[in-house]
């Protein structure tokens, strides 16, 4: 009988509570997006699994359980291991030519940075009006709403990376707010393109990309690496990865790793960071007003910084005498590479003689680098 007893008193559900039930749930509803939906499946299906085994009690599963399995596997992210070497996988699959042949494109990866800038204000300000209303809630610091921030940067690795090091009590809130609407900007970003830019700005025909040496395509991440990490050197990490990544890819000399982190290694890193977030989400964690708050700055984030990119694309259409089709703005923001099927996509439907793809990899490019940049600023502010 005492070894009955044990059992029954190990058993998960003695400990099983409503808030555990409820995370189960939203660990279910995300296993339901990334199989059924097929939203991001590489990822979502791990961060389900990780919120699932997280949230049973007496499993041993989460990332604070010190000993155990996520406990080591989530250290990738504590440590800030996962996301330069995610960057590292990117840079080997990113064709850096459409921004070197185009380099103005890089001013609307620029204007995409909108959304970083917003949803920080309305984080820190937004969590100061609602102090008095909300009991328990004691608002955002600085650091935190710019933890939050980062999310606009439509970039997983770069949202990881601030939070880890300005709000890691956020963290799992922000990454998966990140990685959620990351999922969701087929829907998010063309109603918003539509409505900013107008039928004759939508069936502009842009010029082929002129044709980029070998030469200037090895140069640039070298480069980018000596101008950066002397100017943002918080940002070291992801941008010293994102650029050894490309010039692996570039320099002719190293292709038998390229296949390797564009296929083993990433798929590796996307389940371990999904696993390693998802387990990071326990009920007491999640299950708080600030995380509500996250998730609808999360989205004010992604808008603005669709918007931001638009209209910079707007500008340029009218500076370069309606050279530039406002329909790559929405790849002002960094969620590569869906952020430039959707500009291809618009621009077909509007106009089939319309080939916006490559254009559409220069704003992104140039965005990812402007993300991590802008992170590597407020993380030397903030950790001040």
């Given at each position: 009988m005492s070894i009955w007893n044990y059992i029954y008193e190990t058993m998960g559900f003695l400990g099983l509570t409503h808030l555990n039930v409820c995370m189960i749930l939203v660990a279910l509803g995300l296993a339901f997006l990334g199989i059924v939906k097929k939203y991001e499946p590489l990822l979502m299906l791990p961060l389900a699994i990780g919120i699932l085994i997280a949230n049973i009690p007496a499993a041993g599963l989460s990332a604070y359980d010190e000993g155990?399995?996520?406990?080591?596997?989530?250290?990738?992210?504590?440590?800030?291991?996962?996301?330069?070497?995610?960057f590292l996988c990117i840079g080997a699959m990113t064709d850096f030519g459409p921004l070197i042949a185009n380099p103005k494109t890089a001013i609307i990866g620029l204007g995409g940075q909108l959304g970083i800038f917003v949803a920080m204000g309305t984080a820190y300000f937004l969590g100061n009006l609602l102090v008095p209303i909300i009991p328990g809630f004691d608002g955002f610091s600085l650091q935190e709403a710019a933890a939050i921030g980062i999310i606009g940067s439509s970039d997983g690795p770069t949202s990881i990376y601030t939070a880890t090091r300005l709000a890691p009590d956020l963290l799992p809130s922000i990454a998966i707010a990140a990685f959620s609407y990351m999922a969701l900007v087929p829907f998010i970003q063309p109603p918003i393109m539509r409505l900013l830019t107008t039928e004759k700005e939508r069936v502009i025909v842009m010029p082929e990309p002129k044709q980029v040496t070998q030469k200037q395509k090895i140069l640039f991440p070298i480069i980018m690496i000596i101008v950066t990490l002397l100017i943002f050197p918080a940002a070291s990490a992801l941008i010293a990865m994102l650029m050894?990544?490309?010039?692996?890819?570039?320099?002719?000399?190293?292709?038998?790793?390229?296949?390797?982190?564009?296929?083993?290694?990433?798929?590796?890193?996307?389940?371990?960071?999904?696993?390693?977030?998802?387990?990071?989400?326990?009920?007491?964690?999640?299950?708080?007003?600030?995380?509500?708050?996250?998730?609808?700055?999360?989205?004010?984030?992604?808008?603005?910084?669709?918007?931001?990119?638009?209209?910079?694309?707007?500008l340029l259409c009218k500076l370069t005498g309606g050279k530039i089709n406002p329909l790559i703005g929405n790849s002002g923001v960094s969620a590569m590479p869906m952020a430039a099927r959707i500009s291809q996509r618009m621009g077909q439907k509007y106009n089939p003689q319309s080939h916006l793809l490559m254009h559409a990899m220069g704003p992104i490019v140039s965005s990812t680098i402007g993300s991590a940049m802008v992170a590597g600023v407020l993380i030397s502010i903030f950790t001040k």
């Amino acid at each position: 009988m005492s070894i009955w007893n044990y059992i029954y008193e190990t058993m998960g559900f003695l400990g099983l509570t409503h808030l555990n039930v409820c995370m189960i749930l939203v660990a279910l509803g995300l296993a339901f997006l990334g199989i059924v939906k097929k939203y991001e499946p590489l990822l979502m299906l791990p961060l389900a699994i990780g919120i699932l085994i997280a949230n049973i009690p007496a499993a041993g599963l989460s990332a604070y359980d010190e000993g155990r399995l996520m406990h080591f596997l989530y250290s990738g992210i504590r440590l800030v291991i996962y996301p330069p070497l995610i960057f590292l996988c990117i840079g080997a699959m990113t064709d850096f030519g459409p921004l070197i042949a185009n380099p103005k494109t890089a001013i609307i990866g620029l204007g995409g940075q909108l959304g970083i800038f917003v949803a920080m204000g309305t984080a820190y300000f937004l969590g100061n009006l609602l102090v008095p209303i909300i009991p328990g809630f004691d608002g955002f610091s600085l650091q935190e709403a710019a933890a939050i921030g980062i999310i606009g940067s439509s970039d997983g690795p770069t949202s990881i990376y601030t939070a880890t090091r300005l709000a890691p009590d956020l963290l799992p809130s922000i990454a998966i707010a990140a990685f959620s609407y990351m999922a969701l900007v087929p829907f998010i970003q063309p109603p918003i393109m539509r409505l900013l830019t107008t039928e004759k700005e939508r069936v502009i025909v842009m010029p082929e990309p002129k044709q980029v040496t070998q030469k200037q395509k090895i140069l640039f991440p070298i480069i980018m690496i000596i101008v950066t990490l002397l100017i943002f050197p918080a940002a070291s990490a992801l941008i010293a990865m994102l650029m050894l990544g490309n010039l692996i890819r570039e320099s002719g000399v190293t292709q038998r790793f390229v296949p390797t982190l564009q296929t083993e290694m990433l798929n590796i890193l996307t389940l371990l960071v999904g696993l390693s977030i998802g387990s990071s989400a326990t009920a007491d964690r999640f299950l708080q007003p600030k995380t509500l708050i996250i998730i609808l700055v999360g989205l004010l984030a992604f808008v603005f910084g669709t918007i931001g990119g638009v209209l910079t694309a707007k500008l340029l259409c009218k500076l370069t005498g309606g050279k530039i089709n406002p329909l790559i703005g929405n790849s002002g923001v960094s969620a590569m590479p869906m952020a430039a099927r959707i500009s291809q996509r618009m621009g077909q439907k509007y106009n089939p003689q319309s080939h916006l793809l490559m254009h559409a990899m220069g704003p992104i490019v140039s965005s990812t680098i402007g993300s991590a940049m802008v992170a590597g600023v407020l993380i030397s502010i903030f950790t001040k």
